[in-house]
């Protein structure tokens, strides 16, 4: 019996270690999400009974041009940043894994801080360099002699998305150079010493040998940014409050909106799960995309 006893320890064992894990995902994460799958078919405005509505709010949601001005802007976004923010990325990850670069552990700190200082913090300080009439950056550029008068960078939806773009570069480009960086540091040196004998320089090397060894790295961090991107919130919401004219309203700033502002839960929890199903299969696409060209 006491065998048996100790049997059954022993193969339970890995259970009891898993369980912790598995009893907060069904608490905070698989009750949360199914009960949201559960009032995407209700109307419900937080107080008064939910009225069960089928899929009419699906179809009020495929027909709304609210959502699909958030997913353009988002798509407009992650065309102003990505590229901008892994190439910046790759460069400092190259030039950090180079034996002639000083101070690295210095630069790889500053690089990496915006990544962990509060979002929030670093919103309100580039509200204050946006500013069109006291801001900064428009003092810089009007004393320089480049513009004439100040750019409404926070007022106009072009510039508003740029401001937008150019606050996420600074917050996310540390975090993908430090992963870029693991990367590059794991390619095999003596890959780059039969360059050098070949007589291939830096940039030979790093065109030939670097990026198309980079390039399943690359994906990852192109599709974190994906998902990052049409998932903004704090930024957009600081900076622009969504505006001008919803030119900055990503969808999870759309799902703030209905759900605490016009208290339409219900229809709030159809873009949620709407967004989650277009996020999820985004993902696979951009996976089997890179999957084929490799």
Same mark, same amino acid.
């Given at each position: 019996?006491?065998?048996?006893?100790?049997?059954?320890?022993?193969?339970?064992?890995?259970?009891?270690?898993?369980?912790?894990?598995? @009893?907060?995902?069904?608490?905070?994460?698989?009750?949360?999400?199914?009960?949201?799958?559960?009032?995407?078919?209700?109307?419900?405005?937080?107080?008064?009974?939910?009225?069960?509505?089928?899929?009419?709010?699906?179809?009020?949601?495929? %027909?709304? #041009?609210?959502?699909?001005?958030?997913?353009?802007? +988002?798509?407009?976004?992650?065309? =102003?940043?990505?590229?901008?923010?892994?190439?910046?990325?790759?460069?400092?990850?190259?030039?950090?894994? !180079?034996?002639?670069?000083?101070? %690295?552990?210095?630069?790889? !700190?500053?690089?990496?801080?915006?990544?962990?200082?509060?979002?929030?913090?670093?919103?309100?300080?580039?509200?204050?360099?946006?500013?069109?009439? &006291?801001?900064?950056?428009?003092?810089?550029?009007?004393?320089?002699?480049?513009?004439?008068?100040?750019?409404?960078?926070?007022?106009?939806?072009?510039?508003?998305?740029?401001?937008?773009?150019?606050?996420?570069?600074?917050?996310?480009?540390?975090?993908?150079? @430090?992963?870029?960086? #693991?990367?590059?540091?794991?390619?095999?040196?003596? =890959?780059?010493?039969?360059? %050098?004998?070949?007589?291939?320089?830096?940039?030979? +090397?790093?065109?030939?040998?670097?990026?198309?060894?980079?390039?399943?790295?690359?994906?990852?961090?192109?599709?974190?940014?994906?998902? #990052?991107?049409?998932?903004?919130?704090?930024?957009?919401?600081?900076?622009?409050?969504?505006?001008?004219?919803?030119?900055?309203?990503?969808?999870?700033?759309?799902?703030?909106?209905?759900?605490? %502002?016009?208290?339409?839960?219900?229809?709030?929890?159809?873009?949620?799960?709407?967004?989650?199903?277009?996020?999820?299969?985004?993902?696979?696409? &951009?996976?089997?995309?890179?999957?084929?060209?490799?």
């Amino acid at each position: 019996m006491q065998n048996l006893y100790w049997k059954w320890q022993f193969k339970s064992a890995p259970y009891w270690f898993i369980a912790p894990f598995v @009893i907060c995902f069904i608490i905070f994460v698989f009750l949360p999400f199914s009960y949201s799958v559960y009032l995407s078919f209700t109307e419900w405005h937080g107080q008064e009974t939910k009225t069960f509505v089928g899929l009419a709010n699906y179809a009020t949601l495929l %027909k709304s #041009g609210d959502f699909w001005q958030s997913i353009v802007n +988002s798509v407009l976004i992650f065309l =102003l940043y990505v590229p901008i923010m892994l190439a910046l990325a790759l460069i400092f990850a190259a030039c950090l894994s !180079t034996s002639w670069m000083k101070w %690295k552990g210095f630069f790889r !700190t500053v690089f990496f801080i915006p990544n962990i200082t509060s979002v929030v913090a670093i919103s309100f300080v580039f509200l204050l360099i946006f500013n069109a009439d &006291q801001g900064i950056l428009n003092q810089i550029l009007m004393s320089l002699g480049l513009l004439d008068e100040p750019i409404r960078f926070l007022e106009t939806p072009w510039w508003a998305r740029v401001s937008v773009a150019i606050l996420v570069i600074f917050r996310w480009t540390g975090y993908n150079m @430090i992963l870029l960086l #693991g990367g590059i540091q794991s390619i095999s040196k003596s =890959l780059y010493e039969a360059a %050098k004998v070949d007589g291939a320089n830096g940039i030979q +090397s790093f065109w030939h040998i670097t990026l198309p060894l980079m390039r399943r790295l690359l994906a990852f961090c192109t599709i974190l940014s994906t998902l #990052g991107t049409f998932s903004l919130f704090t930024e957009p919401f600081i900076l622009t409050g969504g505006g001008p004219n919803m030119a900055t309203t990503t969808p999870v700033v759309l799902i703030y909106n209905e759900s605490f %502002k016009n208290l339409n839960m219900g229809y709030a929890s159809t873009i949620s799960i709407f967004f989650f199903i277009l996020m999820m299969i985004l993902s696979l696409v &951009q996976l089997r995309l890179f999957r084929e060209h490799d």
